[in-house]
């Protein structure tokens, strides 16, 4: 199997890398007669892409929204009646319990490192592989971030994510038992709930059409209303089209008329391989990379990047969306500029609404988080 290739780029490499200081990069060129500006001006234009990738991918913009606030505060706790107006007497003043918790923050890069002499003997197609599979590594990193957020069902803690010495970064409401931040989600259609309240659950013998309806009526009772949507993994495609009252999707180019029942996709299939494969009553269904078999997660999408979208993003201080750095060793020496080149960023991924998302992991009887691929 190919493999990442680890380290410097050298001249014992077969493949080859870009520049950083643009005043060293005018003064020389890669071997085929393509300036080494212009390689690097390459690796730019693909890390912003990329950044707006983040932010315009129909699953991330159904799913997430930013901020660099490292806080989340949100109501919790019973709710109450009107008093009875009387002439004389007045009504007992009420306020809505808060609760709140922290989201994590964390670096991460994607080093290219080439050497200065190397990159004087390279191609321009070969600095592309490199740049290529640098923004692969950071679309994977948030992909996999995101996904397992979704299948954990404790805490992330620590000041190594960001989360200091004592703050938390709970999943969706869970067993107080389970998490350090517990949460009675509010009251809503005169259904109140407990600390108890439970959003991770397991079920042995797979797929059912009972454990889809049972994921509705969760996000139902808290006031989210359809339509839903569920990601799986592309393991589970099969058994689940084939459940009993499934409608598969039919194809943009579908001609209406032929008397089946169809469901219409919302947009063409994303190239990673993120697809809509039909509904079943009031839920759409999505092949999600990154979903291992037997989990699922179910959602309502309040549209794009809404801040009430179940899952929170944070980003670098003074952002309002993820965005990418270029950096390199320093601008005083060649050398550095070229070895030390990276591309960088600062993200994690974190809960917004904690009623707002449904798990379930359809193997076992008894839970266990799973590993996002």
């Given at each position: 199997?190919?493999?990442?290739?680890?380290?410097?780029?050298?001249?014992?490499?077969?493949?080859?890398?870009?520049?950083?200081?643009?005043?060293?990069?005018?003064?020389?060129?890669?071997?085929?007669?393509?300036?080494?500006?212009?390689?690097?001006?390459?690796?730019?234009?693909?890390?912003?892409?990329?950044?707006?990738?983040?932010?315009?991918?129909?699953?991330?913009?159904?799913?997430?929204?930013?901020?660099?606030?490292?806080?989340?505060?949100?109501?919790?706790?019973?709710?109450?009646?009107?008093?009875?107006?009387?002439?004389?007497?007045?009504?007992?003043?009420?306020?809505?319990?808060?609760?709140?918790?922290?989201?994590?923050?964390?670096?991460?890069?994607?080093?290219?490192?080439?050497?200065?002499?190397?990159?004087?003997?390279?191609?321009?197609?070969?600095?592309?592989?490199?740049?290529?599979?640098a923004i692969d590594r950071m679309r994977n990193r948030y992909r996999q971030q995101a996904i397992q957020r979704l299948l954990q069902r404790g805490d992330d803690s620590g000041a190594g994510k960001?989360?200091?010495?004592?703050?938390?970064?709970?999943?969706?409401?869970?067993?107080?038992?389970?998490?350090?931040?517990?949460?009675?989600?509010?009251?809503?259609?005169?259904?109140?709930?407990?600390?108890?309240?439970?959003?991770?659950?397991?079920?042995?013998?797979?797929?059912?059409?009972?454990?889809?309806?049972?994921?509705?009526?969760?996000?139902?009772?808290?006031?989210?209303?359809?339509?839903?949507?569920?990601?799986?993994?592309?393991?589970?495609?099969?058994?689940?089209?084939?459940?009993?009252?499934?409608?598969?999707?039919?194809?943009?180019?579908?001609?209406?008329?032929?008397?089946?029942?169809?469901?219409?996709?919302?947009?063409?299939?994303?190239?990673?391989?993120?697809?809509?494969?039909?509904?079943?009553?009031?839920?759409?269904?999505?092949?999600?990379?990154?979903?291992?078999?037997?989990?699922?997660?179910?959602?309502?999408?309040?549209?794009?990047?809404?801040?009430?979208?179940?899952?929170?993003?944070?980003?670098?201080?003074?952002?309002?969306?993820?965005?990418?750095?270029?950096?390199?060793?320093?601008?005083?020496?060649?050398?550095?500029?070229?070895?030390?080149?990276?591309?960088?960023?600062?993200?994690?991924?974190?809960?917004?609404d904690r009623t707002n998302g449904t798990t379930r992991y359809v193997n076992n009887a008894t839970w266990a988080d799973g590993v996002a691929l």
């Open positions: 199997m190919n493999m990442a290739i680890k380290g410097y780029r050298d001249l014992s490499s077969v493949i080859l890398p870009p520049a950083q200081d643009l005043a060293a990069l005018r003064k020389f060129q890669l071997a085929d007669g393509t300036s080494q500006e212009q390689l690097f001006s390459e690796l730019v234009v693909a890390a912003s892409g990329l950044a707006g990738e983040f932010a315009r991918h129909p699953l991330w913009r159904s799913l997430v929204s930013f901020q660099d606030d490292p806080a989340v505060n949100y109501a919790a706790g019973a709710s109450s009646y009107a008093d009875a107006f009387t002439e004389y007497g007045r009504g007992t003043p009420q306020h809505a319990e808060r609760s709140g918790h922290m989201l994590p923050l964390r670096k991460w890069d994607a080093q290219l490192g080439w050497t200065w002499a190397k990159l004087k003997e390279m191609g321009l197609s070969e600095g592309q592989d490199d740049i290529n599979l960001g989360l200091g010495t004592s703050g938390y970064s709970p999943g969706f409401a869970t067993a107080a038992s389970v998490t350090n931040v517990d949460f009675t989600p509010p009251a809503f259609g005169g259904t109140t709930f407990t600390d108890t309240h439970e959003h991770y659950v397991a079920a042995a013998g797979g797929w059912t059409t009972g454990i889809i309806e049972d994921m509705e009526a969760e996000l139902m009772e808290h006031g989210h209303a359809p339509t839903y949507r569920l990601l799986i993994s592309g393991a589970d495609e099969g058994t689940v089209t084939g459940l009993t009252g499934f409608v598969k999707a039919a194809p943009l180019a579908y001609q209406l008329g032929s008397g089946s029942a169809v469901a219409q996709p919302e947009e063409e299939d994303s190239a990673d391989g993120f697809r809509f494969i039909g509904s079943y009553q009031n839920t759409r269904v999505y092949v999600t990379p990154g979903m291992p078999q037997y989990y699922g997660f179910s959602y309502r999408s309040y549209g794009a990047l809404s801040p009430r979208n179940p899952v929170r993003v944070r980003v670098e201080k003074g952002q309002s969306a993820p965005a990418f750095r270029v950096l390199s060793g320093g601008a005083d020496d060649e050398i550095k500029s070229v070895r030390d080149l990276m591309l960088y960023i600062e993200l994690g991924v974190g809960v917004g």
